[in-house]
């Protein structure tokens, strides 16, 4: 199966700082690109989606994708202790059946 | 109002047993699908289902039925439990099997096989 690659964590990160969330992924025919924050015990949820290069910003969200260099990551500005949490790279290709490739998730600790 | 829900949230059972996870979604999609999360939080897509027909069978033992009686409903039966699936198992839905469309998961329910 084609990887999605995240750094496991935990990354640890002062109230009020950037958290920089990286995804890497090996399928170059991959289409569509998703985060998805996921508290323990909690069902994932949506963040961002981002389909084509460039920046995609959400309030205190920002997803970038480069195709080229096959890689997708996760900005949180203003990084709060309630976003403390695991966040899933989600990767959809067609092959795929368009079912989520997930990477193993970066657990991200916001100390207040 | 929620949209996609499961049942049960918590299944204890023994080794050999056979049980079942019920899905709903009220959200009007045409696919479903179930994925597994492991216990390192690895979560893997495991069936897809587009208008009640099988669009995704991952490499998943025969002992995993997935059912879909209409497409609101899909439900997974998992015959002569083993150890190995304890594990926490998500249903979820889209609008359709598109690559833009946003996957809603539900709850989960947490199956601990003794």
């Known amino acids: 199966q084609k990887e999605v690659e995240q750094n496991s964590g935990p990354l640890s990160v002062p109230e009020g700082a950037i958290a920089s969330l990286n995804c890497t992924y090996s399928?170059?025919?991959?289409?569509?690109f998703f985060w998805y924050r996921q508290y323990s015990g909690k069902s994932p949820e949506l963040i961002m989606s981002?389909?084509?290069?460039g920046d995609k910003e959400d309030g205190r969200f920002t997803a970038q994708l480069n195709k080229a260099s096959q890689y997708v990551s996760l900005l949180i500005r203003d990084s709060q202790p309630s976003d403390s949490a695991t966040y899933l790279c989600?990767?959809?290709?067609?092959?795929?059946?368009?079912?989520?490739?997930f990477g193993k998730g970066t657990s991200l600790l916001v100390t207040p | 109002d929620t949209a996609v829900s499961q049942t049960p949230k918590y299944l204890v059972t023994q080794m050999g047993n056979d049980k079942s996870i019920k899905c709903e979604q009220n959200?009007?999609?045409?696919?479903m699908y179930w994925y597994k999360q492991d216990s390192k939080k690895f979560l893997k897509i495991m069936f897809s289902?587009?208008?009640?027909?099988?669009?995704i069978n991952e490499t998943v033992p025969n002992r995993f039925s997935p059912k879909s009686p209409d497409k609101a409903h899909l439900n997974l039966h998992i015959n002569s439990l083993e150890l190995g699936d304890s594990a926490v198992y998500f249903c979820?839905?889209?609008?359709?099997?598109?690559?833009?469309?946003?996957?809603?998961f539900g709850p989960g329910t947490r199956l601990l096989v003794l």
């Open positions: 979820a839905s889209s609008q359709a099997p598109r690559g833009w469309e946003t996957q809603y």
């Open positions: 989600a990767v959809l290709t067609s092959n795929s059946g368009y079912a989520l490739n």
């Open positions: 959200l009007g999609h045409d696919t």
């Open positions: 981002i389909y084509s290069n």
């Open positions: 399928d170059r025919g991959s289409q569509s």
């Open positions: 289902y587009n208008n009640k027909e099988l669009i």
